[in-house]
């Protein structure tokens, strides 16, 4: 995400967050987010595998956000977050996080595409 993507999204408050209900893991956290921000969160285990990849941020003009970014999005809109998403928004921490992020989610798609159905 560049800088100028970053003042779009700061100010862009019609959005879905999609994730996959059916994950275990994914679905536990998410619950969590829930209770603690006004995001409207949508089940997206019925949509394309593209959107079983990744967490994602869908908004009302088309744009998307997904992975670290989505997660940056989600953490500055919920309470007690918002200084995870300022840490990981740095930018070490923020091209390692979206190394691990890559790993993790890897796993946990191939673990819900054999397992979870």
Not at 23 to 29: G, P, S, V
Not at 74 to 92: A, D, H, K, M, Q
Request: with cysteine; net charge positive; glycine share 4%.
């Amino acid at each position: 995400m560049n800088i100028n993507d970053y003042w779009y999204y700061i100010f862009m408050d019609n959005s879905k967050v999609l994730f996959n209900e059916k994950c275990a893991i994914c679905n536990f956290e998410i619950k969590h987010y829930k209770k603690r921000s006004n995001l409207q969160f949508e089940d997206c285990s019925s949509m394309n595998e593209k959107y079983l990849k990744k967490l994602h941020v869908v908004f009302d003009d088309g744009k998307e956000l997904s992975g670290v970014d989505a997660f940056i999005y989600v953490w500055e809109r919920t309470n007690g977050y918002n200084w995870v998403g300022r840490i990981i928004r740095l930018p070490v921490i923020y091209h390692l996080s979206k190394i691990a992020y890559f790993f993790l989610a890897y796993i946990l798609f191939w673990r819900y595409k054999y397992f979870a159905k």
